[in-house]
Structure formats: structure tokens, C-alpha cells
């Protein structure tokens, strides 16, 4: 039998003020709040009705978890700690099968994207999306066999995210598509000229 691919989105609850807080002292807590709150709604509406993964909706703060959220979604808490640890515990306690993990700041998330992923890990224990910035939109493991220590020393929200990572494996994973996680003007501004055009 088949395992069955998880999709984690990371999302936090869209409270003004809440949200793309980096963002928001740069273009405003009202503008960043709305671009959190549309991209949210883009990545979840496109990526929670593909019969390809399970749809799970990790959320900060726990107390988010009630909603409301799409009904296509199995909702659960990133409970405590940084970045890493929130994820390391979320590939340690899903079901059996791949699991692929995005953040919900990445408006230019498809479908293919994803499918791209789990195709690689097919051949590959990992694999990335890299982000623009030097961080990652996408991190998947096919956590078999597990891959120990993965986010330590890490150092988020920087350029060094990505390497930081990439040096914590013993064997080469898979790169795809390079995107935008939009965290300061700069992307942003990029976001809204795609939008338009």
C-alpha cells in the first residue's frame, strides 16, 4: 500500500498586527495584515483541494486552531519553541508517508510546485524550495530513514538559512523551484508587480 503524501501549511492565526510584523515596518501594519490575510487565502485554496496529499494547517498561536478555517484542512497547533522546533515536531508526529512543509507567505505557491516536491523525494531524502532571499518557501523529508537534528543552529529570517540547513545533511537533497516568501518591502513589491501583470 501506497503511503500517502502530508502537506503542511505553517500559517499563523491573521490577526492585524499579528502578522508580517518585519513586513509591516516597512510598507505598514494595515497593508502587511492584508497581504497576510490574501496570500493565507491564495495558498490554502489552491493547495487544499489536490487529491495528490493530505491538507494539515499547522497554527501559531494554538489558540488559533478553532478557526475558522477551510473544512478541507486538518487543523493542529505548532505548539512551542522556535521555527525549527515547531517544525521538527510536526515531521515527527503526522502519519507515515513524505512530508512536505510551507509557509503561508508565498502567494506564488501552485499546485506543480508541490507535486514537483514529493516527486523528488522520490529519489531524494529530502528536498527544498529554495526562497530568493536565501531562506527557504519549502522544506520536505521523505522521513524514512529520519533525518536527526535538521534545524539545529539554524539561523532564521537570514540569508544563511538555507546553507544553515543544507550543512546539517550527510547526503544531497533535491532543489526546486527558486520563490518569493515575502517578508520585507523588496518582495512585496515584487508580489504586487506579478499580481498585476
Known amino acids: 500500500m501506497a503511503l500517502v503524501n502530508h502537506l503542511v501549511v505553517f500559517a499563523r492565526q491573521p490577526r492585524l498586527g499579528a502578522v508580517k510584523t518585519r513586513l509591516g515596518s516597512e510598507i505598514g501594519i494595515v497593508p502587511a495584515g492584508i497581504f497576510y490575510r490574501r496570500a493565507l487565502g491564495l495558498v490554502l485554496g489552491r493547495l487544499g483541494r489536490d487529491s495528490r496529499w493530505r491538507p494539515w494547517l499547522a497554527v501559531t498561536p494554538d489558540r488559533g486552531v478553532d478557526g475558522p478555517w477551510p473544512l478541507q484542512w486538518t487543523v493542529f497547533p505548532q505548539g512551542p519553541g522556535g521555527l525549527g522546533r515547531r517544525m521538527?515536531?510536526?515531521?515527527a508526529t503526522l502519519p507515515p508517508g513524505p512530508v512536505a512543509i510551507v509557509g503561508a507567505d508565498v502567494p506564488d505557491i501552485r499546485p506543480a510546485h508541490v507535486a514537483r516536491a514529493f516527486r523528488?523525494?522520490?529519489?531524494?531524502?529530502?528536498?527544498?524550495?529554495?526562497?530568493?532571499?536565501?531562506?527557504?518557501?519549502?522544506?520536505?523529508?521523505?522521513?524514512?530513514?529520519?533525518?536527526?537534528?535538521?534545524?539545529?543552529?539554524?539561523?532564521?529570517?537570514?540569508?544563511h538559512a538555507l546553507a544553515d540547513t543544507l550543512a546539517n545533511l550527510d547526503r544531497p537533497p533535491a532543489l526546486i523551484d527558486t520563490l518569493d516568501d515575502v517578508d520585507d518591502r523588496a518582495s512585496w513589491e515584487r508580489w504586487r508587480a506579478r499580481a498585476k501583470g
Do not use: C, K, N, Q
Not at 521538527?88 to 515531521?91: D, E, S
Not at 527544498?128 to 529570517?157: M, N, T
Open 88 to 91: 521538527a515536531r510536526a515531521l
Open 120 to 159: 523528488a523525494l522520490g529519489a531524494h531524502p529530502a528536498v527544498f524550495g529554495p526562497a530568493a532571499d536565501g531562506g527557504y518557501w519549502l522544506v520536505g523529508l521523505r522521513r524514512r530513514p529520519p533525518i536527526p537534528g535538521l534545524f539545529e543552529g539554524v539561523r532564521w529570517s537570514t540569508r
